[in-house]
């Protein structure tokens, strides 16, 4: 196996959709991504990226990818919160998916996060299994709550 | 009731850790909360500030607020993470919590955010019941990850 690792370019922004729209189907939410190439271009080249990314490239091919973000805890502080980590169904099952989660979490230790956070299907016992082996925890008596853009705007009318 | 609702300046940085502490204690986790008002200080109001508070404001006391931040959903695009809504004990029941919550989502709204998320204690059915009145959507199936910062040295120790 001869994985490179690195950040990702502008230019990986197309390659990274796709693993973004692989990830949400394995999700069983395909539908669910709005967001498109220019979006990712977009918000993460600007002079204020909103989002980093690390790719797992072989042979000149992207067949992985971790994203992340800042986000901040009122007990903690600074905190990371990794978004999105996924490998392409083919390339599953050699350590690449390991290999970016541990890039993700080197880097925060580097820039002193006092926490990194992500999300998981309550279904995914391997994944969570795993992470609990690397040391992390499961919130069982949290629940995300989302209001979408839609319930937004009719809330707003309301109120 | 003659309640102001504004965004927080620095010098109110120790009435919103106070707040901080009394969720964190409402959590059962008063022991939690490692930041300080110069942390908050330095974090909220530095040429790249981290997150944003809105604090409600009665006869000069501030007796709720509202901090919150930016994110980004691979789905959707830039979201908004309310991460703390606090109203004090003794000034609760008299809608206080419900125009810190408006004010949030209305901000939102006027930024073209595509989503906004939180987090609920599974236990705390009052303000879930809120939520979902609202147009929230509680997440069933996700359960939230954390990697604290002890673990992630441990972490990068070993991988």
């Not at 939410?29 to 797992?56: C, I, S, W, Y």
């Not at 901040?72 to 970016?100: A, C, P």
């Not at 080197?106 to 995914?124: G, M, P, T």
């Amino acid at each position: 196996m001869n994985i490179l690792l690195r950040e990702a370019k502008k230019s990986d922004m197309n390659a990274v959709l796709l693993l973004i729209k692989e990830l949400a189907t394995f999700e069983k939410e395909a539908d669910a991504v709005e967001l498109t190439e220019k979006d990712l271009e977009r918000d993460g080249f600007g002079a204020q990226p909103f989002f980093k990314v690390f790719v797992a490239e072989e042979n000149k091919e992207i067949i992985g990818m971790a994203l992340f973000y800042e986000r901040y805890s009122t007990w903690k502080g600074r905190s990371l919160h990794l978004e999105d980590l996924i490998v392409k169904q083919e390339h599953r099952n050699k350590g690449v998916g390991k290999e970016l989660y541990a890039k993700v979490l080197h880097y925060a230790h580097e820039q002193k996060f006092r926490r990194v956070s992500w999300e998981v299907l309550d279904w995914n016992q391997v994944a969570i299994d795993f992470y609990v082996s690397t040391g992390a925890r499961i919130l069982d008596s949290w629940k995300v709550v989302h209001m979408d853009e839609r319930s937004l705007g009719g809330f707003v009318e309301r109120y």
